[in-house]
T-cell receptor, first 113, second 113 residues
Framework: GENVEQHPSTLSVQEGDSAVIKCTYS??????FPWYKQELGKGPQLIID?????GEKKDQRIAVTLNKTAKHFSLHITETQPEDSAVYFC????????????FGAGTRLFVKA | GAGVSQSPSNKVTEKGKDVELRCDPI?????LYWYRQSLGQGLEFLIY????????KSGLPSDRFSAERTGGSVSTLTIQRTQQEDSAVYLC???????????FGPGTRLTVL
C-alpha cells in the first residue's frame, strides 16, 4: 500500500526565514497531495494542495512543488511568522475504488521571534 | 456554517468496555473519514465512507473496531473490548466529494485505563 515519509520531524527557524518540509510517497498512482496545518488541540486544516497534473502551486507565502518522477513533494513557507508555528502534515491520496488518504508523520515547526 | 462536530470531546473508559464515538459531518458532504492520532504522531487512516458505496475498511486495526454511517450523514465509530493501546485522539473529517479538501472535527480524546 501507499507509504508517505516526511522530513524533518522538527524544524526551528528564525522569524522571516524560509522553511522547507519534504515528503516522499511510494505509490505512483497517487494523484492528490494536500498539506495540513495542525495547531494544539485542534483538528488539521488544509493550507494548500496540488494534483498530479501540476508541478507547482503558490498561495501568498506558501508554495508546494511536486516531482512525479521522483515521487516527492515539498512545502515551502517564506517570510515565516510566529503564528506559522504548528505541526504540518503532508498526505497522498489515491483512488482505488475507495479513496484512502495516507498522512506523513508530521513536522513540528517552531518560528522564533 | 457549521463545521464537523464530534462527541464526546473526551472519553475515559476502563479496559474491556465498549465505546461509541460520534461524528456529524458538514451537511452535503458525501465523503467521511475516520483517523486515529496517537500522542505526537501522525494520522492513521481507519475507514472511509463515500455516498452509498461500500466503505473502505482497510485501515481498521482489528475486528474490535467498526463504523457505520446512517443516512449518508452521521457516523459512529465503535470500539469493543477497549485496550490501553486504543488510547488516542480519534479524528473525523468530511469532504464534499472524494479527492477534495477534508474538513476535520476537533477530535475525541479516548483514554483507556
Amino acid at each position: 500500500g501507499e507509504n508517505v515519509e516526511q522530513h524533518p520531524s522538527t524544524l526551528s527557524v528564525q522569524e522571516g526565514d524560509s522553511a522547507v518540509i519534504k515528503c516522499t510517497y511510494s505509490d505512483s498512482a497517487s494523484n492528490y497531495f494536500p498539506w495540513y496545518k495542525q495547531e494544539l488541540g485542534k483538528g488539521p486544516q488544509l493550507i494548500i494542495d496540488i494534483r498530479s497534473n501540476v508541478g507547482e502551486k503558490k498561495d501568498q507565502r506558501i508554495a508546494v512543488t511536486l516531482n512525479k518522477t521522483a515521487k516527492h513533494f515539498s512545502l515551502h513557507i517564506t517570510e515565516t511568522q510566529p503564528e506559522d508555528s504548528a505541526v504540518y502534515f503532508c498526505a497522498a491520496s489515491l483512488n482505488t475504488g475507495g479513496f484512502k488518504t495516507i498522512f506523513g508523520a508530521g513536522t513540528r515547526l517552531f518560528v522564533k521571534a | 456554517g457549521a463545521g464537523v462536530s464530534q462527541s464526546p470531546s473526551n472519553k475515559v473508559t476502563e479496559k474491556g468496555k465498549d465505546v461509541e464515538l460520534r461524528c456529524d459531518p458538514i451537511s452535503g458532504h458525501t465523503a467521511l473519514y475516520w483517523y486515529r492520532q496517537s500522542l505526537g504522531q501522525g494520522l492513521e487512516f481507519l475507514i472511509y465512507f463515500q455516498g452509498n458505496s461500500a466503505p473502505d475498511k482497510s485501515g481498521l486495526p482489528s475486528d474490535r473496531f467498526s463504523a457505520e454511517r446512517t443516512g449518508g450523514s452521521v457516523s459512529t465509530l465503535t470500539i469493543q473490548r477497549t485496550q490501553q493501546e486504543d488510547s488516542a485522539v480519534y479524528l473525523c473529517a468530511s469532504s464534499l466529494i472524494a479527492d477534495n479538501e477534508q474538513f476535520f472535527g476537533p477530535g475525541t480524546r479516548l483514554t483507556v485505563l
